[in-house]
């Protein structure tokens, strides 16, 4: 089974400022990767797909790159709706499997 | 719009059995694979179970594997998830989900709102 390791696990931020989270999956994963965000109380929402593709109505203020192993998703001039919680999530193998989250707090 | 509805979840004796479903709209339910994914109360994710759009193959996790069963109708563009011998790690909330694109397994871009499923005596 590939495993995904998400870090950091907790995160906070300033407003108007960036971030990175990273993801590192056991064995290459050819860019089968997606990031969802979760906010309290909701379903998760599709953000980045195929490592770097965004999807449909997310802010441009998102973004995904990575590669082999190691992924990123950057989060530019944070907005206070961006408060939740991000996971990794593989595509390349069954069992499909997230990273534990990152929880976003804005300071 | 795409539309997923989830029903059938509640609290359940461990070892016993319940049957979640999950109704589609807004799309051609027979062109796309299906999926359920759960989230412990506080916890991650936790991909659950898949199903081709033909519904002739089906995937688990060991943690599920031979204890759950995914299926599908898609004569009434539903996606059903039986659950047998039901354990207390099994409370969760349980998404149905749709890829992005059809006719193969990919991105988990629409998810239903989640039915509650709790295991506990």
């Known amino acids: 089974d590939i495993q995904m390791t998400q870090s950091p696990s907790f995160l906070s931020a300033s407003l108007g400022n960036s971030i990175t989270i990273t993801c590192h999956a056991s064995q290459n994963i050819k860019g089968w990767l997606a990031w969802y965000q979760q906010k309290s109380g909701n379903a998760p929402e599709l953000l980045i797909y195929k490592a770097s593709s965004l999807q449909s109505g997310v802010p441009s203020r998102f973004s995904g790159s990575g590669s082999g192993t190691d992924y990123i998703l950057t989060i530019s001039n944070l907005q206070p709706e961006d408060i939740a919680t991000y996971y990794c999530q593989h595509y390349q193998s069954f069992p499909l499997t997230f990273g534990s989250g990152t929880k976003l707090e804005i300071k | 719009e795409v539309q997923l509805v989830e029903t059938g979840g509640g609290l359940v004796q461990p070892g016993r059995s319940l049957k979640l479903s999950c109704v589609a709209s807004g799309f051609t339910f027979n062109n796309y694979w299906m999926s359920w994914t759960r989230q412990a109360p506080g916890k991650g994710l936790e991909w659950v179970a898949s199903i081709t759009n033909s519904g002739g193959s089906t995937y688990y996790p060991d943690s599920v594997k031979g204890r759950f069963t995914i299926s599908r109708d898609n004569a009434q563009n539903t996606l059903y998830l039986q659950m047998n011998s039901l354990r207390s790690e099994d409370t969760a909330t349980y998404y149905c989900?749709?890829?992005?694109?059809?006719?193969?397994?990919?991105?988990?871009?629409?998810w239903g709102q989640g039915t509650l499923v709790t295991v506990s005596s």
């Open positions: 989900t749709r890829g992005l694109y059809r006719y193969n397994l990919n991105w988990f871009a629409y």
